[in-house]
């Protein structure tokens, strides 16, 4: 059988994540292989999959032998190294259409890019059977790839927390959908994020680097462990400091990967919680003083944001079909802009 190797480790929290949704299979042929066309070879191997998908896989770019990409003719030969990405199999759920609003900044007949509010779940799992985006996406959207065997959740190629805000694309066939897995593989998508997090920084840039992983006694978090070990998985977050609120800052953080809860791991673990965070800490007095009037104002804000002050402000790919760059931004939602505002104000109380 091939080497499976997951590259995301799933939530048990359904929805509740920022990873990529897909799979990495890696074989080696064996010396005595006979040629063989590869989409029969890797049909044999991989369970639970259509020849569809592994041709549409290789038009996409995602079968490489010996670090190439091939079609789905290609005769393997022994001692081929062959890494196939695909999107990613989940859970079986009987989800059904609902109609939910959408607010889509792009579609065509490939992609569909959407700003997804905060409290929408992306896809549904146990606890979150109703009112995900693969609802609303069923419902809206007919067109988009239904699978003999994953026929619930259309197109998804990558996610986004819950409580976190801003920009998600889904595919809208198998070929797209294909290509762009292998864009979050490869770490090609660009992605900045916007958050409010606790406290002021000496560096106005820098890079996070440290093994993400469950807590080993509390479960449903996640937390950091030595880049390089064997408990987690590599991530990378590289930030920028567009503001200082005396004790708060507003950052940017751009993704080189794609962790379960990433960003707010990451601010957590250099003690810069992102505020309102109820997860991770930054829904209590971090920096500053807890004397009454201070206390009213970080009360007045956390009732303004009931939520991690996190949002998904960029995202930039190549289209699958047109092979162009395509970029989009969205604005910070109004809670955060009315919390960033308080803060501003605040600041400059601070300096009087």
């Known amino acids: 059988m091939a080497e499976h190797e997951e590259d995301i480790e799933i939530n048990e929290l359904p929805g509740d994540t920022e990873e990529e949704l897909y799979e990495h299979y890696r074989v080696i042929t064996d010396k005595k292989q006979e040629p063989l066309r590869i989409d029969k070879f890797l049909f044999n191997r991989i369970e639970n999959i259509s020849r569809t998908r592994i041709q549409n896989a290789a038009l996409a770019g995602c079968i490489l032998v010996n670090d190439k990409p091939v079609r789905s003719n290609y005769k393997i030969k022994p001692g081929d190294e062959i890494v196939v990405v695909l999107p990613q199999k989940p859970a079986k759920y009987d989800v059904r259409p609902e109609n939910i609003p959408l607010n889509i900044m792009y579609e065509d007949d490939d992609i569909i890019v959407i700003n997804k509010p905060a409290g929408m779940v992306v896809h549904p799992g146990l606890g979150n059977f109703s009112g995900t985006l693969v609802n609303a996406l069923l ?71 440290g093994n993400i992983a469950r807590h080993l006694r509390f479960r449903k978090i996640f937390t950091v462990y030595p880049p390089g070990g064997e408990i987690g998985k590599h991530a990378i977050t590289h930030y920028r400091v567009l503001e200082s609120f005396g004790y708060t800052s507003l950052v940017e953080c751009q993704l080189e990967t794609g962790r379960t809860h990433q960003i707010r791991v ?45 949002h998904a402000k960029s995202l930039g790919f190549i289209h699958p079909k047109t092979n162009e760059p395509m970029f989009f931004e969205s604005e910070l939602p109004p809670d955060m802009q009315q919390v960033i505002e308080k803060w501003r104000h605040y600041a400059k109380f601070l300096k009087l």
């Not at 762009?180 to 000496?202: P, T």
């Not at 209590?284 to 002050?309: A, H, L, W």
């Open 139 to 209: 419902y809206h959207f007919q067109g988009l790839p239904q699978r003999e065997d994953e026929p619930f959740r259309p197109g998804l190629a990558h996610r986004i927390d819950k409580n976190t805000t801003g920009i998600i694309i889904a595919a809208k066939n198998e070929f797209s959908l294909a290509h762009l897995a292998k864009q979050f593989f490869d770490h090609s998508i660009q992605r900045k994020y916007i958050a409010l997090v606790w406290g002021e920084f000496e560096e106005k840039e820098g890079t996070i680097v």
């Open 266 to 310: 990451h601010m957590q673990h250099i003690n810069h919680p992102v505020f309102a965070d109820n997860t991770y800490g930054g829904d209590r007095i971090v920096k500053g003083t807890i004397y009454s009037k201070y206390k009213q104002f970080i009360d007045n804000c956390f009732e303004i944001i009931q939520r991690q002050s996190l």
